[in-house]
């Protein structure tokens, strides 16, 4: 109820205030931030370990929404750090400016919709819902898996996806359960495995794209594990690990867990040093607390699998020497350790196989039948782009 409260403080104090919908300046950190609106560090240098981490998943880019006094100092400001979780600081009833992490509220839609082709899927999808990043996920299901010019005029392109909404729009990156997408006709069906996350046509051949990755350094045990959210029933607060903390002796080796470019080398608020790995198709990695990094690389390097970047240390907020270790899907933190244990899964066979076919073969009954139904009802769409000022006028 808390939470709740909170938000909707948020909200209704948006008439009369003035409020602003920003992006996150790249290179700007936690700290900057705190400094920009005069605002004590003490504040960040009382937060615990884990939330000064979360301060570090501040991503350049963000979309974030400020909410100002009249003599512009900072009132509060919601500050996604991961789709689960957001940073606010505010002003209390005293004066005094408050931290807490908590989980985004959001609703969440969950639709089966049916496109006839004019142009191209991409754009179809994109005029229909004015969801990017939903014509985005199609096509990176697909990949070069079918050829899209020999898509005819009358073809279908059908969907079965949930989408998380945040204060009107869009958030997150869709969850695509079932697509199919008519060539001249013949049906191409992609079919989720929940197992595994990887698409299937109905035969269960799959067509996902397989990511081998490593393990990063010899570790002796795990010390922190991965969690996008938990309630901590001592502290009477939500706790965020977008990581998993692999305790390793100072100086052991920190190799890469895939081939990659680095797009970030350097100190990173309570990550201390960090290297950040882009991976293609979406995945990075990101390696932090080291000690210190390999000589000769820079951002730009391309590294190879098993390519030796760095040395486990402490810097940054940590307790001892370890090595913070995450992964991240379409920007999305994720559980490393699952993605890294099961990156061979694919090819299903024997009862693992029939089981996938008898339970797809609803969502491949649900996109016919859509396709057929004259009568369908229209795809959600939602504007890209409102602004919070214009709220303020009605």
């Known amino acids: 109820m808390k939470i709740i409260f909170t ?8 008439f009369g205030l003035q409020v602003q919908e920003l992006n ?5 950190s936690f700290l900057t931030f705190l400094n920009k609106y005069n605002i004590s560090n003490k504040l960040y240098f009382d937060l615990e370990k884990e939330d000064k981490e979360l301060c570090s998943e501040i991503g350049a880019g963000t979309e974030f929404q400020l909410l100002l006094n009249d003599d512009g100092t900072l009132r509060q400001v919601l500050i996604p750090v991961s789709e689960e979780m957001q940073l606010h600081v505010y002003e209390d009833k005293k004066g005094e400016y408050k931290f807490e992490a908590i989980p985004i509220v959001y609703q969440e839609i969950d639709e089966t919709i049916a496109i006839e082709i004019k142009r191209s899927p991409f754009q179809d999808i994109l005029d229909a819902t004015k969801n990017i990043d939903l014509a985005n996920e199609v096509m990176r299901i697909y990949g070069k898996s079918i050829n899209f010019r020999h898509i005819q005029k009358g073809d279908f392109v059908a969907l079965r996806y949930t989408q998380k909404i945040r204060m009107g729009k869009y958030f997150g990156t869709p969850d695509v359960s079932a697509a199919l997408v008519e060539v001249n006709g013949r049906k191409n069906f992609r079919l989720k495995n929940i197992h595994n996350d990887k698409y299937y046509d109905e035969k269960g051949k799959g067509y996902s794209r397989i990511y081998l990755f490593s393990m990063p350094v010899r570790y002796t045990r795990i010390s922190s594990p991965f969690t996008t959210r938990r309630w901590h029933p001592v502290l009477k ?8 903390d692999l305790a390793a002796p100072r100086g052991r080796k920190i190799h890469a867990a895939a081939d990659g470019r680095i797009i970030f080398r350097g100190r990173k608020g309570g990550y201390g040093n960090v290297i950040i790995i882009d991976h293609g198709n979406g995945y990075r990695t990101l390696y932090a607390h080291q000690n ?5 690389l820079h951002v730009g390097s391309r590294v190879k699998k098993g390519q030796l970047i760095g040395y486990v240390g402490s810097t940054g907020l940590s307790s001892g020497p370890h090595l913070h270790l995450g992964l991240y899907k379409n920007g999305r933190a994720i559980n490393p350790m699952k993605v890294f244990k099961r990156g061979k899964e694919l090819i299903l066979s024997g009862k693992q196989k029939a089981t996938f076919i008898a339970n797809t073969k609803a969502y491949i009954n649900e996109l016919e039948n859509i396709i057929k139904d004259a009568n369908r009802n229209l795809p959600t769409k939602l504007a890209r782009k409102e602004s919070f000022s214009t709220l303020q006028k009605n």
């Open 7 to 14: 938000l909707i403080i948020f909200l209704t104090s948006v």
């Open 292 to 296: 210190r990094f390999k000589s000769g």
């Open 24 to 28: 996150w300046p790249k290179g700007d």
């Open 237 to 244: 607060r939500y706790r965020a690990h977008l990581g998993t």
